[in-house]
DNA sequence: TAGTGGTCTAGACCACCCT
DNA sequence: GGGTGGTCTAGACCACTAC
């Protein structure tokens, strides 16, 4: 029994205040109660509260105004904001309000090509396991995702690789790396032949390209990502948030 | 003489640590002094340091492993990865390495259109002060962008304002009002007959579209923006860090 | 003037990695 | 075991806003 620590407080103290906003206890717009007040109510020390303030001012949920108080932002309220918006597109299909469905189109093992090679920093005898996945919003297409990671990082043959879980959960499963950071490269593109396997827009069509590198801890090339992402479908939305 | 405070100590402790990455008197890969250390050295509490090494963290400059120490991020070195990557054109042209220059089409007020209206949430009564920019990167096209601002907001007349300094300054220099945060939403988008003004590329060229708002403090819109961003001049780079 | 958020300190204890 | 980062506390003082 007992307080039981599954988890650091900070980490408890934004689960509940993220609830309470979602919930409307802390309505939009409205203010906050102030950090002293919420520290003797939660239990915990003033600091605590504002690292946990911090992250949501800086994922926009709230707004902070010194001398005033913080204030519920309610304009954002349907953007996944989190770090990682990115790179999860099942939460994010969720987080538009729409129910994501995985269609996995191949998991293969083979040689890299000479562009994987380099973005994972592999010799061409490494092997890398090939999956290629279509992520629907409530059954529209919505992104093609292509993904390469390194034979020898995964304990699995690739038949066995399951192709519906988020990268990073792949990743604590079958592997001890974890994703630590991704650098992300955003380019325009139009449809072609290649991806009528994928969506049904005529060729010409814009689509969004997201290239995507994760790395681990050790800075290690993790696993090389190319998506197709149609926005017509899904909102490429993102906060930036400066104090 | 004396101290003079006229930053916070923690952003000032960050233009240190900053500098010594750029200099490399830490090196690119190398490990950095303990969080300890550091706090002695520079005269301030070990929490004000961890407050500016999370920053660098999350900025994904510095790779931070418990029980082991902090490392120099030797991948990130061009990429300008602060927040407001996305606004501020000119900053983000430099830290590609190359040289920004900014042409002003036209900076004229006038009333609104539906889906400026509707972004900004003023009235068609409001004027706003439209202008529209070409940044270059090394005098190649990089960026076309088309901002609105209510004309109330700024304290001058149109053919006053200045074209060439960032959003953000130009509100901390013509009005009251800052910018908080900001709204992105990315799209994909093809070249058009309208864009020739600004591109050389032929019509169906895919380009990034960039659809902003930005806010105040007080959550009100403040400018709306619409920016064609050519990737194969300019790479549009960003830096997820969960750690 | 009272109350709010903003900044900073000193120090405790824990979890983890290395050797 | 010794050193590192991770977590959390208690409390001080400042800057600002609203009343």
């Known amino acids: 029994m007992g307080v039981q620590r599954p988890k650091p407080i900070a980490d408890q103290v934004y689960d509940i205040?993220?609830?309470?906003?979602?919930?409307?206890?802390?309505?939009?717009?409205?203010?906050m109660p102030a950090e002293s007040d919420l520290a003797q109510t939660l239990g915990v020390s003033r600091a605590t509260v504002?690292?946990?303030?911090?992250?949501?001012?800086?994922?926009?949920?709230?707004?902070?105004?010194?001398?005033?108080?913080?204030?519920?932002?309610?304009?954002?309220?349907?953007?996944?904001?989190?770090?990682?918006?990115?790179?999860?597109?099942?939460?994010?299909?969720r987080a538009s309000g729409y129910t994501p469905t995985i269609a996995v189109d191949s998991i293969i093992e083979r040689p890299p090509r000479p562009i994987e090679q380099e973005a994972l920093q592999i010799s061409e005898h490494i092997n890398v396991i090939s999956m290629l996945r279509l992520f629907r919003a409530d059954d529209k297409p919505a992104i093609w995702a292509h993904n390469l990671i390194p034979a020898h990082l995964i304990s699995l043959a690739a038949a066995d690789v399951r192709g519906d879980?988020?990268?990073?959960?792949?990743?604590?499963?079958?592997?001890?790396?974890?994703i630590s950071y991704a650098i992300?490269?955003?380019e325009a593109t139009v449809m072609t032949e290649d991806l009528k396997r994928a969506f049904a827009h005529p060729i010409g069509f814009p689509l969004i390209?997201?290239?995507?590198?994760?790395f681990s801890k050790e800075n290690d090339p993790l696993v090389f990502g190319?998506?197709?992402?149609?926005?017509?479908?899904?909102?490429l939305r993102m906060v930036q948030a400066w104090g």
Chains 1, 2 share one sequence.
């Open 50 to 93: 504002r690292t946990v303030l911090a992250r949501l001012s800086n994922e926009g949920f709230v707004i902070r105004r010194q001398g005033d108080g913080t204030y519920v932002n309610e304009r954002i309220q349907d953007v996944d904001t989190r770090y990682g918006g990115l790179w999860d597109f099942s939460r994010l299909i």
């Open 209 to 214: 390209k997201l290239r995507e590198v994760f």
């Open 17 to 31: 205040l993220r609830q309470r906003i979602r919930d409307r206890k802390y309505p939009p717009g409205g203010r």
């Open 226 to 235: 190319q998506s197709y992402f149609d926005h017509s479908v899904l909102k």
């Open 184 to 186: 992300t490269d955003v």
């Open 165 to 178: 879980m988020p990268i990073h959960q792949l990743f604590r499963s079958y592997c001890e790396c974890e």
